[in-house]
């Protein structure tokens, strides 16, 4: 029986971000959005929900008098996500011949 | 990139693993440190080598340029911090490899102090009472070894670290000068400090500088 994929996570921006944040220890949403190619805004919405999650702390400040998001993975994120890899490889080794 | 597009299990890896490589090509230094020091050490050892080969002395103790050169290093560093966009975990590796020298630097200066603060007059005694039986042994020339021991270390380090090779031999290259360097004399010595920094910091620090230039022109177009 197959554990059922992490939904926060199963999303195409949504994974995106996590595998940039999983590599560092922390990114500007500048960074993120340059890697992702996405749009501010589609950007925007996708990493308050991993937030909501508890997946990533995001942090907002003022850099030489404008505004910065910091965007850095939690612990729970870190399970999240190698929880998901798991699961992935799982799926793809039965469906291997 | 779509928001709520699913994806395939494959798809999934793929996209982690294309995540994972962009994140891991986004090092770039802008160079100017490896460029300061690598410009300071060779000039305060050629300076040094050229005292002693011409018989003159500077006015004031040209090694306190390096002390100098702190003030616009901590400018630059704050600079990166705040034009830095991403923190990799080796970006921290090398903040705590790069303070640790820094202070082991400023311990082996004061240790050396030390060393010779309180072998000058057991030489000095020993020299007068055995009058033309002078001893020919110069504790700086090995101060200069340890000197290019430390040196070596955060280079090969950081070149490793970061997949820079120039770094990475210009390192390597240290070490190897700090063992000629054991066997030979200060003015030599002197000569060897100054190729190991302009090989492991001034070359390396202009190469990285030229990339850096060539990103951000790459980027505005």
Redesign the interface.
């Known amino acids: 029986m197959f554990k059922e994929?992490d939904p926060i996570l199963?999303?195409?921006?949504?994974?995106?971000v996590m595998?940039?944040l999983?590599?560092?220890?922390?990114?500007?949403f500048?960074?993120i959005k340059?890697?992702?190619?996405?749009t501010a805004g589609?950007l925007s919405?996708?990493v308050q929900k991993l937030k909501e999650a508890g997946y990533i702390d995001v942090i907002k400040e003022f850099?030489?008098n404008y505004p910065n998001t910091t965007c850095k993975i939690t612990k729970k994120g870190i399970q999240a996500f190698e929880d998901y890899?798991k699961v992935?490889q799982e799926?793809?080794q039965v469906?291997q011949p | 990139?779509?928001?709520?597009?699913?994806?395939t299990?494959?798809e999934?890896?793929q996209?982690?693993q294309?995540?994972?490589n962009?994140?891991?090509g986004?090092y770039h230094d802008t160079g100017i440190g490896p460029i300061l020091w690598g410009s300071v050490i060779t000039f305060c050892s050629l300076a040094t080598f050229a005292e002693i080969q011409f018989n003159f002395e500077l006015p004031f103790d040209v090694w306190l340029l390096s002390l100098v050169a702190i003030i616009p290093q901590v400018f630059i560093s704050i600079r990166e911090g705040?034009m830095r966009?991403?923190?990799?975990?080796e970006?921290?590796a090398l903040g705590y490899i790069w303070t640790c020298f820094g202070i082991s630097i400023f311990l082996l200066i004061n240790i050396n102090a030390s060393i010779i603060a309180h072998l000058d007059p057991i030489f000095t005694d020993y020299n007068k009472l055995k009058g033309p039986h002078e001893i020919t042994f110069d504790y700086n020339s090995y101060s200069t070894s340890l000197f290019l021991l430390l040196y070596g270390m955060p280079s090969i380090l950081t070149g490793a670290l970061t997949k820079f090779k120039p770094m990475l031999y210009g390192g390597i290259l240290c070490w190897v000068c700090c063992i000629i360097s054991v066997y030979a004399n200060i003015k030599t010595d002197l000569l060897l400090m100054a190729f190991s920094a302009t090989a492991m910091w001034l070359i390396p620090g202009i190469i990285l500088r030229r990339r850096y230039l060539n990103k951000l022109e790459c980027s505005k177009n």
């Not at chain 1, 199963?10 to 995106?16: I, W």
């Not at chain 2, 990139?1 to 994806?7: G, N, R, T, V, Y």
């Not at chain 2, 966009?85 to 975990?89: R, T």
């Open positions: 994929l199963h999303s195409q921006l949504r994974l995106a595998s940039l999983i590599s560092v220890k922390q990114a500007d500048i960074f340059e890697k992702t190619n996405a589609n919405v996708q850099k030489d890899v992935l799926y793809l469906k | 990139m779509a928001e709520e597009k699913q994806l299990e494959k999934s890896l996209l982690i294309q995540m994972i962009k994140a891991k986004s705040r966009k991403v923190l990799k975990y970006d921290v």
